[in-house]
């Protein structure tokens, strides 16, 4: 592409017409912008990989995201919930481990017995660790006021994809009800910020109808949102879902792969100093696509320390990887992994979004 360079070295101030020319790029022509995000990456995070132990404590989930393997109207899938118990020892192993930071992850539910019990998981987890485990929350939509009474009881981040950017695609891809709302959806990631969470999303690439133009104004929504950190990745269908039925009209795997690369790239290069994480579903196409991910731009990687009798039960797609593995398999073939590509693991670092930091001045 002629003026490549020129059109980078924009970073934040490239156009949804660059965005697209560049998401374009076929694959022999990709390593320019890889190199350059790759350095882009280097001076600006440097070469630390941050751990975020991930707990999918339950699979259980009122919503019915016509992607999601575990929607409520899957009858395919076996419920589970892991005691309080199992949360808080999974959480101590994460500490133990030196990773100084987990996510508990969940199916989306909306009650006040819900929010009491994260509540007072969250003040367990920072008595039993001294106030030393930086907790991530992803449980989906929630009041104001939920998420006010858990960042109060210790959580300090929260990962809430917007899916997608584009309100009509996104409404293509969830029931039309009150319970799927996009306006709802953008609330509540104005709410986290405004409570003063790091705030995090991402969307999924390769859903389909989505478009290359759709996929430029997420990088926009997420620049122009000053989002504190992203976890993106590729969409992958899950046989017992309502978009399985459109799995026609997908890109195969490999360009959805390669796509999701770019956009990661593209995200390096317009928000240098924001944490991105290398998503697991580029693991389930490419045995090394977490590592790819983090060479071109990616600084966050989740090992997941779900209790291994649960993994299988927490398929959001088909071919979830590792879930047969025991979580010190993960740990230990991740740290060699990550050292692979040249980065080493914080080990002990909470590693906060250096793009946060600076919009608080801490
Ligand atoms: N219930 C919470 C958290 C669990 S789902 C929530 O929805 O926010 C976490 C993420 O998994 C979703 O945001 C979605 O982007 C991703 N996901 C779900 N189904 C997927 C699929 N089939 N392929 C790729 N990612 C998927
Ligand atoms: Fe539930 Fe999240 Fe899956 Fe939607 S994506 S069905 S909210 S777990």
Redesign the pocket.
Known sequence: MQGMEQILQKGAAMSHNDLVRLLALPKDESKVLFDYSRKVKEEAVGSRVYFRGLIEFSNI?A?D?L???IRRSNIHTARYNLTDEEILQAARYAWEQNYASIVL????LFSEAFSKRIEGLLRKIHQQTQGNLRVTL???EQSEDTYQRWFDAGAHRY???I?TSNPELYHRIHPSDALHSYAIRLKALESLRKVGYQTGT???IGLPFQTLEDLANDLIFMRDFGIDMVGM??????EH?P?YDERGRLWPMMDRFDMALKMIALLRISMPKINIAAAT?LQAIDKMGREKAIRIGANVIMPNITPGSYRNSYK??DNKPCTDENAEDCTNCLQARVGMTGNSIGFGEWGDSGYYRERNLI
């Open positions: 989930c919503k995201c992607y999601c393997g992850q969940a199916g989306e992803s449980l989906g990962l809430l994809r899916e991402g969307v999924m990745g590729p969409y992958l269908e899950h879902t978009l579903a959001l797609y």
